[in-house]
């Protein structure tokens, strides 16, 4: 495999990860609301938020591997896991790093939801709201694309539904799922 077309699925994996963890996070703030969001029943949009995470790991997931095995971008193993040790802008690949590693432990406890309990996993659920800026933060500092108009709309887009999002769930208008019995 050419080594641009590694480059090329890196980047464009990366910018759409972001989208969809913005969508994971919106739909998220949604799920917990005990009214209907987007016009879709509670269940619905559970099952969407569901699908959109493991669209975005699969795609973070790329992301990571085709990085890894581009030789432009010199990623060691310890890299993938350890933040701010990679020799190339350590601070924003270290962002990185520190996403996916908030991102596994969601996914695994997702996994293990069964056995940890509600409160125990709703607890590191909480990551999420952590996991997102940072990734932003990742893309905006580490890409190679930060500097162009269309990446800093993408952001301000994804940042406005975020934002957006925990203002409808820290506002009056949100109800919680139980509080509308």
């Not at 641009?4 to 989208?19: E, K, P, Q």
């Not at 591997?65 to 030789?71: E, G, H, R, V």
């Not at 162009?148 to 994804?158: K, L, Y």
């Amino acid at each position: 495999m050419s080594t641009d077309v590694l480059w090329y699925l890196a980047r464009g994996t990366g910018v759409v990860s972001l989208i969809m963890l913005t969508v994971v996070v919106v739909l998220g703030v949604g799920g917990r609301s005990g009214r209907p969001v987007f016009g879709l029943p509670r269940f619905a949009v559970v099952s969407v938020h569901r699908n959109a995470s493991l669209l975005a790991v699969s795609l973070i997931a790329v992301h990571i591997l085709t990085l890894f095995f581009d030789p432009y971008a010199q990623l060691k193993l310890v890299d993938l896991f350890v933040p701010f040790l990679g020799e190339y802008r350590p601070l924003w690949l270290g962002l990185g790093t520190l996403a996916f590693d908030l991102i596994l432990a969601l996914v695994v406890t997702s996994l293990l939801r069964h056995r940890l309990g509600v409160t125990a996993w709703r607890a590191v659920h909480w990551l999420a709201y952590l996991c997102w800026p940072v990734a932003l933060l990742h893309g905006l500092g580490t890409g190679t694309d930060n500097g162009e108009v269309w990446m800093w709309a993408v952001s301000i887009a994804c940042a406005a539904g975020v934002v957006s999002a925990l203002g409808w769930r820290l506002s009056d208008r949100f109800a919680p799922v139980g509080s509308l019995r």
